[in-house]
């Protein structure tokens, strides 16, 4: 399976993952000029927007640490854009978060950054 292959199955197992635990998955990769957001959900009342990242082991460091500051800024951009896309006003909360894959354990870091203003 290509990586693009596997990419997809663990962002269906991150949604799965989602839902059993009682959030919505509003979107899935959703893209701008600015960039691509991988999960867009509601849980606890907040929108959160979600990277995945997968890796079969920790060998090569931690998947949630490949969300670095540069990163981190692509998806509040990104974030931005979908929030006046869709007319989302600024007083609901929101949340970035982080979902972990190694092998097959699944960790879901809620406010795992804060937002990055420009």
Do not use: G, L, T
């Given at each position: 399976m290509n990586t693009r292959g596997i990419g997809t199955k663990k962002e269906d197992a991150?949604?799965?993952y989602i839902?059993?635990?009682g959030g919505t998955?509003?979107?899935r990769n959703f893209r701008s000029r600015m960039g691509e957001i991988d999960i867009i959900a509601k849980d606890e009342g907040a929108v959160?927007?979600?990277e995945v990242k997968?890796?079969?082991?920790d060998r090569k460091g931690h998947p949630a640490e490949a969300v670095n500051a540069r990163k981190q800024n692509t998806i509040c951009r990104t974030a931005d854009y979908y929030r006046m896309k869709h007319g989302l006003p600024e007083d609901i909360p929101y949340r970035f978060d982080?979902?972990?894959i190694i092998g097959d354990e699944i960790t879901w870091y809620k406010n795992a950054f804060q937002y990055v203003p420009l």
């Open positions: 991150a949604a799965r839902k059993e635990r998955v509003r979107e959160c927007f979600i997968y890796r079969k082991s982080v979902i972990s």
